[in-house]
């Protein structure tokens, strides 16, 4: 794991448990907005699918308490949830318990990014996902090209991957097409105890065109900004921060 990644993994250890509390509202927009972007997001789903002996599965990765699977599950045959944070998979599979969906939705600690990907994670059930998903991660990724690269190689011939990030802020760092903003630009001051963990300050449409188009997904792209935004409180101050959805398939 690089140093990056390990400040990724204390500081979403230590944050877990008031994650879901801290972030309320947030959480809310995000799922309701996932739900109703369902058929935005794929057209395949357990009660899309033609032959019911088919499965639609998911990988939800850097998946936190698993706000995006628990908004989908009720169309999705198996999904995956990774992280690198051992508390932040306690919590998905916490969550999995209570809404009794552990049959089918499961938690694992795991680095998918770095370049010592343990063995088990490099096949089945793994890979030939129908979904990737990475909801507000895709800033954290130190890397976040060689991110979608990787991801995508889980994602079978058709498949989706679905992102959700921050919109960029006028006046903040750009990035350069390929998803990171070199540190130059407006500081990233405003992300308080969370700045070490931040790669870069948002994505544009071109930039995930373009990322999407690198990691092989040259199908269907389509962004939107979701108009309701995320609020919450960071080190006693208020913020507010635009997201987007951005989807495309593998040819
Ligand atoms: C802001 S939270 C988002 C959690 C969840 N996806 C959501 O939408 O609520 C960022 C998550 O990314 C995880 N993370 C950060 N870097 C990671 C990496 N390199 N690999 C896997 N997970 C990572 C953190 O542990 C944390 O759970």
Not at 64 to 92: Q, R, Y
Not at 119 to 144: C, N, Q, R, W
Not at 158 to 172: E, K, M, N, R, W
Not at 188 to 208: L, N, V
Request: proline share 4%; net charge negative.
């Amino acid at each position: 794991m690089t140093d990056f990644t390990e400040a990724n993994r204390q500081y979403f250890d230590k944050m877990a448990t008031t994650y879901e509390e801290k972030f309320a509202q947030g959480v809310k927009v995000v799922a309701e907005q996932t739900s109703q972007h369902r058929l935005w997001i794929s057209d395949r789903w357990t009660d899309t699918i033609t032959n019911p002996d088919e499965k639609v599965r998911m990988l939800e990765y850097a998946c936190g308490p698993g706000v995006i699977s628990m908004a989908l599950a009720p169309f999705l045959s198996e999904i995956i949830g990774i992280d690198v944070a051992d508390k932040m998979v306690e919590a998905f599979n916490r969550n999995a318990a209570t809404l009794e969906l552990s049959d089918k939705m499961i938690g694992h600690v795991a680095d998918l990014l770095g370049d010592n990907v343990p063995g088990e994670f490099t096949k089945s059930p793994y890979v030939d996902m129908d979904i990737v998903a990475v909801s507000m991660a895709l800033h954290h990724f130190e890397h976040p090209d060689v991110a979608l690269q990787r991801l995508g190689q889980r994602v079978k011939s058709g498949g989706t991957l679905f992102i959700i990030d921050l919109v960029p802020q006028p006046g903040h760092a750009h990035d350069h097409g390929h998803g990171h903003d070199h540190g130059h630009g407006a500081s990233k001051h405003e992300f308080g105890d969370a700045a070490h963990t931040i790669s870069t300050q948002g994505f544009s449409e071109e930039t995930m065109r373009n990322l999407f188009q690198q990691a092989g997904f040259d199908v269907g792209f389509k962004y939107e900004a979701i108009s309701e935004p995320l609020v919450f409180k960071m080190d006693g101050k208020s913020h507010s921060k635009s997201i987007f959805f951005a989807r495309a398939q593998r040819a």
